[in-house]
C-alpha cells in the first residue's frame, strides 16, 4: 500500500531555517503532484506548497518567497526548505502525495517557532 514516511521538523527560533522530506513508496505509477500543507491549532489544514513531476510549483501567498519546494522523480521523494521562519508557521506538517484520483498523507511532523 501507499505510503509517506516524512522527517525533518522542530524547534527553531524566528527567522531560522528548518528542512523537510517526505518518501513516497507503494506505487510504479509515481505520484503527482506531492507537497505540504500544514494544520495549525484551532485551524483548518491549508496549502503551504506542491509540486509536479513537470516541475509547475504552487504556493501559499504566505510562504512564497521564504519556502521552496523540491522533488526528485526518481525517488519519490518530496522537499521543503523553510527560511525566515515566523511564529505564525507553527504548525503540524503534512506531505501530500496523489496518484490518480486518491489522495495520500503522512503522519505530520510538527514545526514549532518561538518568538
Known amino acids: 500500500q501507499v505510503q509517506l514516511v516524512e522527517s525533518g521538523g522542530g524547534l527553531v527560533q524566528a527567522g531560522g531555517s528548518l528542512y523537510l522530506s517526505c518518501a513516497a513508496s507503494?506505487?510504479?505509477?509515481?505520484?503527482?503532484?506531492m507537497g505540504w500543507y500544514r494544520q495549525a491549532p484551532g485551524k483548518q489544514r491549508e496549502l503551504v506548497a506542491t509540486?509536479?513531476?513537470?516541475?509547475?510549483?504552487n504556493y501559499a501567498d504566505s510562504v512564497k518567497g521564504r519556502f521552496t519546494i523540491s522533488r526528485d522523480n526518481a525517488k519519490n521523494t518530496v522537499y521543503l526548505q523553510m527560511n525566515s521562519l515566523k511564529p505564525e508557521d507553527t504548525a503540524v506538517y503534512y506531505c501530500?502525495?496523489?496518484?490518480?484520483?486518491?489522495?495520500?498523507w503522512g503522519q505530520g511532523t510538527q514545526v514549532t517557532v518561538s518568538s
Open positions: 507503494g506505487s510504479i505509477f509515481g505520484f503527482n503532484p
Open positions: 509540486k509536479t513531476s513537470g516541475g509547475s510549483t
Open positions: 501530500y502525495a496523489k496518484m490518480w484520483r486518491s489522495d495520500y
